[in-house]
């Protein structure tokens, strides 16, 4: 079994295009998390999945390993899945999925997901989620997830989730989109039809749940910067500048 990482990245976010190659700190974000994406430990490869050439000829400046996508793929999970098609990787594998906009990303948590995902037999997919502050919970950007006591996600939504009715039991939690995949339940996911709750919310992982499929929530500690709009830049770049990590890559 060998473990890889997928970094899915596009020119056109609605959001904010361009967004990939935005540089903070000297380097491009999309560098950023290919570097330290890198650094966990036993990796096989790490890969971007892109469907832009701007994207491929930026990443072959660093050494990066491009797979070339379809630019009809619209969701990273997906992009991810065809990119892992194309390299042939095996069924008994793991693919972790790492978006492209979590510059700060820490190797610690790669490799957290990786051992939670294996631990858990039940599960063929997870997502790390972390503590949410209440800016963070009010944040459409940011996506809330509501999760059981065997920690299987019940459902994620870009609203404040769950309603906090008793105040002394606040749990305000958001994703962090650090998600490993089995990489035969991988494809399968592909083949997924998309259904009502994931177009009304734009969240991947809800296609999973609509389809009865559990999904694992793999509590990190770890701060996470996530650059969603232009906004968000300044912020990352401000963290970026203090992290431990900058000086090793």
Do not use: W
Request: with cysteine.
């Amino acid at each position: 079994m060998r473990i890889h990482v997928g970094i899915p990245a596009r020119m056109g976010a609605s959001r904010f295009p361009g967004k990939p190659l935005a540089r903070i700190a000297g380097k491009s974000m999309l560098e950023h998390v290919y570097r330290r994406s890198s650094l966990a430990k036993n990796i096989s490869s790490v890969f971007i999945a892109t469907c832009d050439n701007e994207i491929a000829d930026s990443a072959a400046q660093y050494g990066a390993q491009v797979v070339m996508t379809d630019p009809k793929i619209m969701r990273p999970g997906l992009r991810v899945a065809a990119a892992a098609k194309t390299m042939k990787i095996k069924d008994e594998d793991i693919v972790v999925i790492v978006q492209g906009d979590e510059p700060l990303v820490h190797p610690e948590m790669i490799e957290s997901a990786v051992s939670e995902i294996l631990a858990n037999e039940g599960f063929n997919l997870g997502t790390l989620i972390g503590r949410a502050t209440e800016e963070e919970f009010l944040d459409i950007n940011e996506v809330k997830v509501v999760f059981n006591d065997k920690n299987q996600i019940l459902y994620m939504s870009r609203s404040p989730i769950p309603f906090e009715m008793n105040t002394n039991l606040t749990s305000r939690y958001k994703q962090v989109a650090i998600m490993p995949f089995r990489a035969a339940y991988l494809q399968r996911f592909q083949a997924l039809e998309p259904r009502k709750n994931e177009l009304i919310e734009s969240i991947e992982l809800i296609r999973a749940i609509e389809n009865g499929d559990k999904v694992l929530a793999i509590i990190t500690n770890r701060s996470n910067v996530s650059v969603d709009t232009p906004e968000g830049l300044a912020e990352a770049e401000l963290a970026m500048l203090k992290d431990e990590l900058l000086g090793s890559y």
